[in-house]
């Protein structure tokens, strides 16, 4: 069963960057999908975007061209690149795991805070 560790969350000015990281264990890594989703404080959680085994790709269209998704299976590692960051970008970001498909994100890390200033 694959369990994600979450770093890389901090406090960063609008308009500059930061890259999360969800380092995975588990032998079948390779073969999970991977999301991203994120919790402003009184909101719902937000789906961010998702990467397949195969590395196909899916944004939220509000994200898409600013948020990166990418995976590194020799590290079993999924990142999420944030470019151009905005004061409404803050939020606990969470990577989730879909090792049944179909998007069902049944695991899980602890999610890390992201906060932007203006």
């Keep these: 069963q694959v369990q994600l ?29 991977l999301g991203w989703f994120r ?9 961010v975007g998702r990467i397949s085994s195969g590395s196909f790709r899916y944004y939220t269209d509000s994200l ?6 990418n995976r590194d299976n020799a590290k079993n590692t999924v990142y ?7 004061p409404e970008d803050t939020a606990v970001y969470f990577c989730a795991a879909d090792p049944a498909g179909g998007s069902s994100w049944s695991i899980w890390g602890q999610g890390t805070q992201v906060t932007v200033t203006s």
């Design 5 to 33: 560790v979450e770093s890389g969350g901090g406090l960063v000015q609008a308009g500059g960057s930061l890259r999360l990281s969800c380092e995975a264990s588990g032998r079948t890594f390779n073969r999970y999908g």
């Design 39 to 47: 919790q402003a404080p009184g909101k719902e959680r937000e789906f």
């Design 64 to 69: 898409k061209g600013r948020f990166t998704i």
């Design 80 to 86: 999420l690149q944030m470019n151009s960051l905005k």
